[in-house]
């Protein structure tokens, strides 16, 4: 038996967590068995590898210390949670995966493409979702819903905005490449809260009958 793999991706600020909670509730009303995680974290030892890379200032970490973390904290998530999962039958919603160490670590920081896709290779074995969600926003609404976070969670979002502006142009050219691929579904992330989470659930609905 094997689960159902559905990936929400898109810029900061585009309310994907939030949606991805309200997704995971809403397959768990409809009877399915779901789990709901996030990158980088989404178990123990990956939420501790996560404290090491939005905490504290840009400079912290060289370029390719972050998106080796970023891809042991993804080792530590796929293997030791959502590969189980998926083999027991169960639905995974996780909050961000490897697109966005493209769009960030190759497109943010100008990182070499193909050694980042062997390292996803390495850190994920393969596993492609069933159902990428990509989430689209204007830019400007984007970076103001994403600075008017309050947390500790400042690291990225402290970039300057050339920063910014880079890892938007790598998302979509990361999420075109991937709709090419393999089941992508846009979602228009403007809106209330409500209208988004419906959007989201007829795209769920259209790819998977079964599903609520
Ligand atoms: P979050 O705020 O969506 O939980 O993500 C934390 C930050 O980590 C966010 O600014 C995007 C960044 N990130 C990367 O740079 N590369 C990655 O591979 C992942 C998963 C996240």
């Known amino acids: ?20 909670k309200r997704l995971a509730d809403a397959l768990a009303g409809a009877g399915q068995r ?38 042991a904290a993804r080792h ?25 160490t493209l769009a960030y670590q190759g497109g943010g920081l100008g990182l070499d493409q193909s050694k980042l896709e062997a390292l996803i290779e390495m850190a994920t074995g393969g596993l492609e979702p069933d159902l990428l969600l990509a989430f689209a926003l204007t830019p400007e609404d984007a970076l103001t819903r994403a600075r008017e976070r309050d947390d500790e969670e400042k690291r ?3 970039r300057e905005d050339s920063y910014h502006a880079r890892v938007r142009h790598a998302y979509a050219d990361v999420l075109n490449a991937a709709a090419e691929r393999g089941e992508t579904a846009e979602i228009d992330a403007s809106g209330s809260v409500e209208d988004v989470a419906e959007r989201v659930k007829r ?4 790819q998977f009958q079964d599903a609520f």
């Open 156 to 158: 990225f979002e402290a």
């Open 76 to 100: 530590e998530l796929v293997e030791r949670v959502i590969r189980p999962a998926l083999e027991a039958g169960q639905w995974v919603i996780c909050d961000r995966y490897y697109h966005s």
């Open 1 to 20: 038996m094997t689960g159902r793999f559905i990936v929400i991706e898109g810029p900061d600020g585009t309310g994907k967590t939030t949606q991805a």
């Open 203 to 206: 795209a769920v609905a259209k």
């Open 34 to 71: 779901v789990i709901q995680v996030r990158e980088p974290g989404g178990c123990p030892s990956a939420e501790r590898i996560r404290v090491l890379l939005v905490e504290g200032e840009p400079g912290d970490l060289l370029n390719w210390t972050e998106a080796l973390l970023m891809n």
